[in-house]
């Protein structure tokens, strides 16, 4: 009975973290179902679910999957165009090079989802 009192008090305070967390859950389910060219291969996967940049409310998500492929970059982009997941939201590709994120590429990274 007390537990129950307590998650009932409590759950207005952790309600915004449970939603924010079961969002993530189902972006990361729809992002895993995305197809790849054949000729490509997953060297990591990352999310993450917190404050990015700036000022917010903790809410700003990350999924990304580097991934290694020899060709040419145009191919790539054109694989993608057409693809989506959810609500695509931020969605995008990034090439590294040199084995960092370009420049001009950071902020996208860090302030769109």
């Known amino acids: 009975m007390i537990l129950l009192a307590w998650a009932v008090l409590t759950f207005p305070v952790y309600r915004d973290y449970l939603d924010d967390n079961f969002s993530l ?17 997953r060297i990591s ?28 970059q145009q191919t790539i982009e054109s694989y993608y ?12 590709i990034i090439f590294i090079e040199s084995g960092e994120f370009p420049e001009e590429s950071l902020y996208w990274v860090f302030a769109t989802g």
């Open 25 to 41: 859950y189902q972006n990361v389910k729809a992002f895993r179902q995305l197809k790849h060219p054949s000729d490509t291969s």
């Open 45 to 72: 996967f990352k999310k993450y679910l917190g404050l990015l940049l700036g000022n917010g409310n903790h809410c700003d998500s990350f999924i990304g999957e580097p991934r290694r492929y020899g060709g040419e």
């Open 81 to 92: 165009d057409s693809t989506t997941i959810a609500d695509d939201q931020g969605m995008g």
